[in-house]
């Protein structure tokens, strides 16, 4: 699997919008890129995902940079309940029975 | 929306001893998953399952483990003889078809503490 970097930790306050960057320069042309996150003691839970253009749905935007070499996950209006660790991650459409690799992910404090 | 259950949320066991994590993936969901924390790490892959066996295993998943789906809704992990090591959390996945851009569902996870 084609590998993403993220910051190991992000702070925002809340009702302010949120930018998570990711790194993902050998991307393939059939990678997803799917974001994930993780509130404190729970399951990790899908939030969103992208191949070529911006997506939005009721939880978040993703923006994907036209290389696709990178992609910012949005949050518009970051409350308490946002924080949780995110998880950026690639997905190929050809991979084998599509297993998620986590990886670090990026720990998003929301500051009331 | 359809979620992916697991029981019990805490199991706790005596090492050496045999423990049984069961979860009931969404019903329609064709691929089964399980995966593991250990407390302040990162997810990792155990195994996939399709069509009734194994469709990829992770080197975690040694011949102490194995899974099933022993009726139409049940998806279980079964740890032979528990290790101190295999304390963690174990979460359990479910996706209706295999594709790049199939978002997977999982459940709240197996707290699993070996004394």
């Given amino acids: 699997d084609a590998k993403t970097t993220q ?17 993902h320069s ?4 059939t990678d997803y890129i799917h974001w994930y996150r993780q509130l404190p003691s729970q399951g990790p839970e899908y939030v969103i995902h992208g191949l070529t253009s911006n997506v939005n749905n009721r939880m978040a935007s993703l923006a994907i940079a036209e290389d696709r070499k990178s992609s910012t996950l949005i949050l518009h209006r970051a409350t308490l309940r946002d924080a949780a660790v995110y998880y950026c991650i690639l ?6 029975y ?5 990886g670090p992910g990026t720990s998003l404090s929301v500051i009331p | 929306e359809p979620e992916v259950t697991q029981t019990p949320s805490h199991q706790v066991t005596q090492m050496g001893q045999e423990v049984i994590l069961r ?8 691929y089964f998953y399980w995966y593991r ?18 469709s990829e295993k992770s080197e975690i998943f040694d011949d102490q483990f194995s899974v099933e789906r022993p009726d139409g809704s049940n998806f279980t992990l079964k740890i032979r003889s528990t290790k101190l ?27 699993l503490t070996v004394l």
Avoid: W
């Avoid at chain 1, 050998?26 to 042309?29: H, K, P, Y």
């Avoid at chain 1, 599509?98 to 986590?102: A, L, T």
């Avoid at chain 2, 979860?23 to 064709?30: A, F, K, T």
């Avoid at chain 2, 924390?37 to 194994?54: A, T």
């Fill in chain 1, 7 to 23: 910051p190991n930790s992000m702070e925002s306050n809340e009702e302010e919008p949120v930018h998570l960057p990711c790194n």
């Fill in chain 1, 91 to 96: 997905r190929d459409v050809k991979t084998s």
């Fill in chain 2, 85 to 111: 090591e295999d304390s963690a959390m174990y979460f359990c996945a479910s996706i209706r078809e295999s594709s790049g851009g199939t978002k997977q569902f999982f459940g709240p996870g197996t707290r």
């Fill in chain 2, 23 to 30: 979860c009931v993936p969404i019903s329609n969901h064709l």
């Fill in chain 1, 26 to 29: 050998t991307i393939s042309g």
């Fill in chain 2, 37 to 54: 924390q250990i407390l302040g790490q990162k997810v990792e892959f155990l195994v996939s399952f399709y069509n009734n066996e194994i």
């Fill in chain 1, 98 to 102: 599509d297993k998620v690799i986590f």
